[in-house]
């Protein structure tokens, strides 16, 4: 039997991972099913963006991102998706589910299995955090509530995120709200600044 993106004929560019593939089929298979109006197959076009990896600008740990567009140039309209190997799997479009799909196992993390292990993940954030909050404030102090204007807005930002419907993952614990454009955007919570990740999964400060 075809995978679902064999069926959807999904055209696949950049480092081919596959425990990711495994996961983002499994996704796409569960979203054709039980949201049919999401028009999956209307995005053909999937690209995953090199070697899974962390992003410690955001306190985000070990993922890769993929990125489904309509046209084979990866121009215009589509969906992106982080898949961690936990198995957690986040959209970046309003409307599309966030779910746990299965885990990786250690035989296909190979030397990175130990993303496995929640306490080395939890561990990973916290010092990630303290790292981010030391350069912050040798830089003067920009991103601490206490200080500057820059650090006022963000709070100002977050104040309105109440009325702009934040939403907290269960799983993850991302803090998020999606744009008029559908796109989504993530607020630190220690600093209070949003952020996205753009076409190529690299993350961008608001």
């Known amino acids: 039997m075809k995978s679902t993106l064999a069926r959807f004929r999904a055209k696949f560019t950049g480092k081919n991972v596959p425990w990711v593939r495994r996961i983002v089929d499994q996704y796409v ?7 049919s109006e999401l028009k999956v197959h209307k995005t053909p076009y999937a690209k995953f963006h090199g070697d899974p990896h962390a992003s410690p600008k955001t306190n ?12 084979k140039d ?25 779910l746990q799909m299965p885990s990786a196992t250690a035989e296909e993390l190979g030397d990175n ?16 955090e ?20 820059s650090s006022d807005k963000a709070t100002g930002k977050a104040k309105a995120s109440d009325k702009a419907g934040y939403q907290q993952d269960p799983t993850t614990g991302a803090i998020y ?8 955007v993530y607020l630190h919570p220690k600093y209070q600044r949003e952020y996205y990740y753009d076409e190529e999964g690299t993350t961008v400060w608001l």
Do not use: C, M
Request: net charge positive; hydrophobic share 30%.
């Open 130 to 149: 303290a790292s981010s909050s030391n350069q912050s404030s040798s830089r003067g102090g920009q991103s601490s509530p206490s200080r500057g204007s």
């Open 29 to 35: 298979a569960y979203v054709e099913e039980h949201h």
């Open 60 to 71: 985000d740990p070990f993922h890769a991102s993929v990125a489904f567009r309509k046209k």
């Open 177 to 184: 709200r999606y744009l008029e454009n559908s796109a989504a």
């Open 113 to 128: 299995a130990y993303w496995l292990n929640p306490q080395y993940v939890q561990q990973w954030k916290a010092q990630n």
């Open 74 to 98: 990866f121009k215009g309209s589509g969906f992106s998706l982080h898949v961690y190997p936990d198995g957690t799997v986040i959209a970046s479009k309003s409307g599309f589910p966030s």
